[in-house]
């Protein structure tokens, strides 16, 4: 195939899996996963694998794990969601998206299989169950010596928890996806505790109370050991850098200094933590295993990258764009935003979905944004513009908040709003934050880098 029917074969199958159930319809069972997979002959068995779970910065750190993995020379898949852009950012092969071409090839090489499954079970195959298998498959076949999975939503009940992965990462649990999770912490952290399997190595970020006591329960109940962050592992060390952040981290084994992290915020490198000490724990450090090489650590850390997380994407004035969606996630950018950006008049431009905690998210918000453009994405989630915009007047008051309802609009009177926010440009810089969920922050890439 030429390039113009490799790509009109990808947006057909592009198409097709977008035709399924979406992320937001979910009925819980393993059923159909599972059948797939033993159709296609178990593919998440032909790796050892790491697992992520957690409510925010699970992406972030998935990207550092699959560095660190890189740089010791072992070739790798990972997993992750939602994608920005487009769907193939989801499977990865040695950091890079699938190609097209491969990504069409495993789709109809599994699509037979699929459409057995479809026709057994009283539920059809979701279009994240499709991408999970895809990214199974196309692991094994690659084949990758390690995979790094990133949970789409939850734990026990997800499609990837197929995998028994020997390391299970939990990144900070808060309140989201209460409907589908649960409207405690607890019950959140319960779901999400299924990831860790009998005998794993439970990599334990920072946590609520309430939540990690129900992680060190379950870990107890399936004999894991557990590595806490604080504890057995963290971040010893920050200070602030030109571009990101300068780090001391305390790994399972060993003490690792010189660190630069080229992303923004103290959940950065929080997460960074969390990395280093998964690999080490894949590896087997502290149980007779080797330690890492700090000059591999230093090299991974300072490649990596994170789209989409507070990701500064034009200057004059600076648009960054962050994937924040939820309470916890937007405190933490909001915090980065006020230590590292010194901005004299920043101005935000949300749309997130109605299904948020979207007063959360903008009372969060609030603190570090003079004005706020509210505005809407393209799915049908995002709350409609009138309802945010009067949310957001009763948070920020009426006369910092504007609503335009198409994004590109919204843009462009935010960059307006924040050059005329500045009365002598000389004194400091003026910003744009364009946040509110994933699907905002990936559109809103789009169309900048047109």
Known sequence: MNAEQIEAEYRSVEAELLARWPE??????????EALMDLLGSPQRAYPAIHITG?????????????????????TGRTTSPHLEEV????????????????????????????????RQPYPLSFFEMITGLAYAAFADAPVDAAVVEVGLGGTWDATNVID?????????????????????????????????PNALAILAQQPLEAAQVLLRHAAEVDATVAREGIEFGVMDRQLAVG????????????????????????????????IAAVEAFLGAGQGGAVLEPGLVREALAAVTSPGRLEVVRRSPTILLDAAHNPGGARATAEAVAEEFAFDHLVGVLAVSADKDVRGVLEAFEPVLDELVVTV?????????????????????PDRVTAEPRLDDAIDRAVGLAEAGVVDASLGGTGVLITGSVITAGEAGTLLRR
Not at 89 to 100: Q, T
Not at 106 to 119: G, I, S
Request: hydrophobic share 40%; proline share 5%; glycine share 8%.
């Open 55 to 75: 409510t925010n910065g699970k992406t972030s750190t998935a990207r550092m794990i699959d560095a660190l993995l890189r740089a010791l020379n072992l070739r």
């Open 377 to 397: 994405n393209s799915t049908p989630r995002s709350m409609p513009v009138e309802e945010l915009a009067a949310l957001a007047a009763d948070v920020f008051g």
């Open 244 to 275: 990101g952040q300068q780090l001391v981290i305390k790994g399972l084994s060993g003490e690792y200094d010189g660190l630069y992290l080229p992303l923004h915020g103290a959940h950065q490198a929080q997460n960074a933590a969390c990395a």
């Open 24 to 33: 937001t319809k979910l009925e819980p069972s393993r059923d159909r996963i």
């Open 165 to 197: 992965a020997g390391v299970a990462v939990v990144t900070p649990i808060s309140l989201d996806h209460t409907r589908l999770l649960g409207d405690t912490v607890e019950d959140i952290a319960w779901e999400k505790s299924g990831i860790i399997k």
């Open 88 to 119: 193939r950012e989801r499977i990865c092969l040695d950091g890079s998206p699938i190609d097209r071409r491969r990504f069409v090839e495993v789709y109809r090489e599994m699509k037979p299989f699929a459409d057995l499954v479809d026709e």
